[in-house]
């Protein structure tokens, strides 16, 4: 499939062009951080502040939002260190996946809500004694093929979970995403 990268901005069917001149510093990525939105539907106007912000967002039909250019800093890793490196926003590509995480909230008829949206059991796992919503395989297959485009284009060295870099603050993007496996067949 055609692909391409202009103004670090990917050109592809599954990806939809937002822009905003928010944030102006210029980054050199060397890494991808992976994220859970804690939301669904109209995710992407959420990270287009100057406070919070991400690169992309994958959705769970497998759409992608690219809200900033790849070499622009956004404010999506927070307080963060990798491999001894502070501010991990200095030198990475945010995703953002459609994903509510843990689910503990029970309503009276033994369903899951969140902001309001109710989730089917199906839709859960629980592990431990939390409960945690699944990633659907066009999100996981969409987020694959955009960790796959960066790395070709910024040469990424390193993929990590919000959690691995915020540790005790973080748990995104949470135990049912596999990435472990994208490490090691991206990478």
Known sequence: MLHEFSGHRLLHPLVEQHHS???????SPDTIV????????????????????AHFVVRR?????QL???NIKCWHAGRSVHKGRKFVNNFSIGIEIENLGIMNEVTSDGGFTWFKKF????????????NWHKY??????????????????????DIVGHSEIASGRKVDPGVLFPLDSFRKALL
Do not use: M, W
Request: glycine letters at 8%.
């Open 21 to 27: 001149d928010k944030h102006k510093d210029v980054i």
């Open 34 to 53: 992976l994220h859970y939105t804690a939301a669904f539907n109209s995710t992407a106007h959420l990270l287009d502040s100057p406070n919070v912000s």
């Open 61 to 65: 039909d497998g759409t992608i939002d």
């Open 68 to 70: 900033f250019p790849c």
């Open 119 to 130: 989730v089917f059991d199906k839709d859960l796992v629980k592990v431990g004694s939390d």
């Open 136 to 157: 659907n395989g066009v999100e996981i297959g969409a987020t694959f093929l955009l960790c796959s485009l960066l790395i070709a284009e910024y040469g990424i060295k």
